[in-house]
């Protein structure tokens, strides 16, 4: 704002230097004649021709008081001002986004940008930094690969394919996903589990290195799992990890990743969420993305609404309302730095065990709530999957671009499940599969980092997903 009243204030004085002649302001007010409405054939002319001419005499014809010069430089000047305020907040970035801010208000009460001056900045020491990996991983056409499976997760995938799932085995897999040929082109971010992230591939190259090199940057899963909120029914949860996360976060840094991921989860049954649960969700993720951003990651915060249940798409659209909307307050009264973290949701669907609707509805009902609820000053909306089919969560996303191609945020995917699960079933575990492995991951990340942009359409569209798998969820989903 100060720098509009400064160019305001500075078109107020061009006005009077260009527009006030000298003599305006220190001699006798020039003559001015005007025409005579009789000159002009009718009303409208006279209304389009010009009505005065103005010129300085060599000699003054009127000696004119010091109060009018006085004014008449005022006049020049409020003109001026109000010329270059307009010009200003019409151009202006800070001017842009306030009007933006404005416009996804929830109410003119309760704006979705808080006054944040008493809070803490725990961003201050990287901010710059932590604006830029955020507005990368956020590129057009791009998104994350979530190969952030524990350990014992991944020795399951493994076990499915026939494998045994060993520690060796599970670093040959990802070596393979981050060595597949052109990944980088719709992936900008691969969240690591923390082994992976000290992990490098056969020839020594450390992952890290292996991803940094093709332009993706490498993150870390940084919470410690959930556990069940003791008094609570339908098996509530909270998340580990909070007590030595900075010491984490710092050592994370050193050994070269720049983002980090922390799931939390709700669950709707006919007695949940609770107000408990809700609140310990959102409470904490914003004390590991404050956290997070103190040691220079920028966080992606996922408070997920689980896809567990028979609930309609109505009731997903309230439960998830209420947690978005705390879940900004929260981030902001932590002082989080919106430009500089990331925001992995859930889309608003039905649950699992209730029928499907449309991409167009799921779409419209999640960027809806998602305007109410979330700054338009945040880098980037990373959704996950939930569970959905690999097709089901592209079209998904493509419909969302089709919904708001105005969108304020960069809305893109972070999959896990529907990045991996045709290329696990294409591997097999088999040497001489991993080229049709890889050439389906960047078949899949292709769709995706097309769909993003709302251009998996047409021709494209009518080919068919790459896909080979259908329904991706498991009910009480953990990794």
């Known amino acids: 704002m100060s720098r509009i009243l400064l160019a305001a204030g500075a078109g107020a004085l061009t006005f009077v230097a260009l527009f006030a002649p000298p003599v305006e302001l220190f001699a006798p007010q020039p003559a001015v004649l005007s025409r005579p409405a009789a000159d002009f054939g009718s009303v409208a002319q006279q209304r389009v021709a010009p009505q005065q001419v103005m010129y300085v005499q060599p000699e003054p014809v009127q000696q004119q008081s010091q109060s009018q010069d006085f004014g008449s430089a005022l006049g020049y000047g409020a003109m001026g001002f109000g010329v270059a305020l307009a010009a200003a907040s019409f151009f202006m970035p800070e001017a842009g986004k306030e009007r933006r801010i404005a416009m996804f208000a929830t109410t003119a009460e309760s704006p979705l940008i808080m006054d944040t001056s008493k809070a803490p900045k725990p961003w201050l020491k990287f901010k710059d930094e932590l604006m830029k990996t955020a507005s990368a991983i956020a590129s057009p056409g791009k998104g994350i690969l979530a190969s952030d499976e524990s350990t014992g997760t991944c020795m399951s995938r493994l076990k499915d394919i026939g494998m045994e799932g060993t520690v060796e085995e599970q670093r040959g897999y990802r070596q393979m996903l981050y060595s597949t040929p052109g990944l980088s082109e719709h992936i900008s971010g691969a969240i690591m589990f923390e082994k992976t992230l000290y992990e490098s591939n056969d020839a ?276």
Request: contains cysteine; charged residues 25%; hydrophobic residues 35%.
């Open 204 to 479: 020594g190259v450390p992952f890290v290195k292996l991803l940094g090199d093709q332009g993706i940057l490498a993150g870390i899963k940084v919470d410690k799992g959930l556990k069940k909120i003791d008094g609570t029914n339908d098996g509530e949860t909270w998340t580990a990890g909070l007590d030595d996360l900075k010491e984490r976060c710092a050592k994370y840094y050193e050994q070269g990743a720049r983002f980090a991921k922390w799931r939390n989860v709700v669950y709707i049954t006919d007695s949940t969420p609770s107000d408990a649960a809700i609140l310990d969700c959102v409470t904490t993720l914003a004390q590991y993305a404050a956290t997070c951003q103190s040691e220079g990651l920028v966080p992606i915060v996922e408070p997920e609404v689980s896809l567990d249940g028979d609930h309609d798409i109505e009731t997903c659209k309230e439960v998830t309302r209420r947690v978005w909307k705390m879940q900004y307050e929260v981030l902001q009264q932590y002082g989080v730095l919106m430009e500089g973290m990331l925001f992995k949701p859930a889309m608003i669907v039905p649950g699992a065990d209730a029928p499907k609707e449309s991409a167009q509805k799921v779409a419209k009902y999640t960027l809806d709530v998602m305007k109410e609820t979330v700054p338009p000053t945040m880098a980037g909306i990373t959704f996950l999957s939930g569970g959905q089919s690999e097709e089901e969560a592209t079209l998904h996303i493509q419909a969302m671009a089709e919904y708001m191609p105005d969108a304020p945020w960069n809305v893109s995917f972070s999959f896990a499940r529907a990045l991996q699960s045709s290329v696990l079933k294409t591997w097999g575990g088999k040497k001489e599969n991993e080229q049709k492995a890889q050439e389906m991951l960047r078949a899949i990340c292709q769709v995706n980092g097309l769909a993003q942009m709302g251009k998996y359409t047409g021709e494209l569209a009518a080919r068919g997903h790459p896909s080979t798998t259908g329904s991706l969820y498991e009910k009480g989903y953990q990794y």
